[in-house]
């Protein structure tokens, strides 16, 4: 018999359809948030260079399927039963009362719900035999080997939710220091732009300098001085690089003339989509 057409099913109490509710509508909104706001989404700049870090792997398909869930446990009104067609599911659900307990704990959303940790304890025991029942169903369906490969993809997608959607902020200020996060930006920077200066030919500045001059250029950016954006610079390397170079260069023009050369402004102002060479 095909397992596959066979749905899983789970009965929720009202209490138990809020909480995982909860969950899945704040992962819901982090994702439309995170798309409407990004032109290339579900990427944090504060970890784009960090090394040793498993980021997880971002799955499309798999973001469908928990905000299709999503849509099912809101159909399901006061509670009822929960027909789902795989494990991830119930996985996911049970990802949504930890996000949502999280949430409540930390004073970002509170429940109202009366012992919140008895009763979510409950829950999650509930969703984990529900999950057990599913994957034998799977297993028995896919063999070992194609189930492991599922259980793996899913894996490195909850890794991916965990640090792109639904990191508290409250953590992130006290993991990642802002004097860090800068310097590491700054050196990454440099880096680009001496690569740029050199690409170009130019004399490149000594190192205290240029990462002085590339600091200077930030402010500028931070003020709104610039026809660039912060997220421009960190999430386009070419952009970045030309506009470092040029910022070097027009800053020993205006030396060597002894004030503004609007002139020499102009022809540095390449656009984002030429290669500087």
Not at 129 to 144: D, F, P
Not at 146 to 174: M, P, S
């Amino acid at each position: 018999m095909n397992t596959s057409s066979i749905p899983h099913v789970i009965r929720l109490s009202a209490r138990d359809r809020y909480l995982i509710l909860t969950g899945l509508s704040w992962i819901g909104a982090n994702s439309r948030l995170n798309r409407t706001e990004s032109q290339r989404p579900y990427i944090r700049p504060d970890i784009l260079w960090t090394q040793g870090v498993d980021k997880g792997v971002y799955d499309q398909v798999l973001l469908d399927r928990v905000l299709a869930l999503h849509a099912t446990v809101v159909s399901l009104k006061a509670g009822g039963r929960l027909r789902v067609a795989t494990s991830m599911e119930f996985s996911a659900c049970a990802l949504a009362v930890r996000v949502a307990v999280t949430r409540h704990r930390h004073g970002h959303q509170l429940l109202d719900i009366a012992l919140i940790d008895g009763v979510s304890a409950r829950l999650l025991r509930r969703l984990e035999s529900a999950r057990k029942r599913a994957k034998r169903a799977e297993v028995r369906r896919l063999g070992a080997g194609g189930y492991a490969e599922a259980a793996q993809a899913w894996r490195n997608f909850v890794t991916w939710l965990r640090i792109h959607l639904l990191d508290c902020r409250c953590k992130q200020k006290r993991r990642t220091p802002p004097v860090r996060y800068r310097r590491v930006l700054v050196t990454q920077f440099t880096e680009w732009a001496r690569a740029e200066l050199i690409d170009r030919k130019h004399k490149v500045p000594a190192e205290h300098e240029l990462r002085r001059l590339v600091r200077l250029c930030l402010r500028y950016v931070r003020r709104g001085r610039s026809r660039f954006s912060f997220w421009d610079l960190t999430h386009d390397k070419i952009t970045a690089s030309a506009h470092f170079a040029n910022f070097v260069i027009l800053h020993y023009e205006k030396l060597k003339n002894g004030g503004t050369t609007n002139k020499v402004r102009n022809k540095l102002d390449i656009p984002t989509s030429r290669v500087c060479g």
